[in-house]
Nanobody, 125 residues
Framework: QLQLVESGGGLVQPGGSLRLSCAAS????????IGWFRQAPGKEREGVTC????????NYADSVKGRFIMSRDNAKNTVYLQMNSLKPEDTAVYYC??????????????????WGQGTQVTVAS
């Protein structure tokens, strides 16, 4: 069964950090472009960051550049999103996705794109 399983979300105070994990089973993440998205209440899903491969650079949305870092651990078949200096406006459900290619910081997605189930990140005092 092909699936992405996310973990690591939670409640954090402004200025705090969280690390999200996205573990793949049934396929190798190294063969895919990986993107992280988020969706805040009442808003559309937006791209946060995207990486084509472990050998290429990662692109970030301006809103998270310098604060978020995406990384891959091919041995664990897992990607991570390290989120630092979190702000209340970062509150959203975060999704990882595996697809064909990145268009800047946004993963191109279609019916073949694999998605994680989402994990809630809440930044509040």
């Amino acid at each position: 069964q092909l699936q992405l399983v996310e973990s690591g979300g939670g409640l954090v105070q402004p200025g705090g950090s969280l690390r999200l994990s996205c573990a793949a089973s049934g396929f190798l993440l190294d063969y895919y472009s990986i993107g992280w998205f988020r969706q805040a209440p009442g808003k559309e899903r937006e791209g946060v960051t995207c990486n084509n491969s472990s050998r290429s650079s990662t692109n970030y949305a301006d809103s998270v550049k310098g604060r978020f870092i995406m990384s891959r651990d091919n041995a664990k078949n897992t990607v991570y999103l390290q989120m630092n200096s979190l702000k209340p406006e970062d509150t959203a459900v975060y999704y990882c996705a595996a697809g064909v290619y990145c268009s800047g910081y946004v993963l191109y997605w279609d019916s073949y794109t694999m998605w994680g189930q989402g994990t809630q990140v809440t930044v509040a005092s």
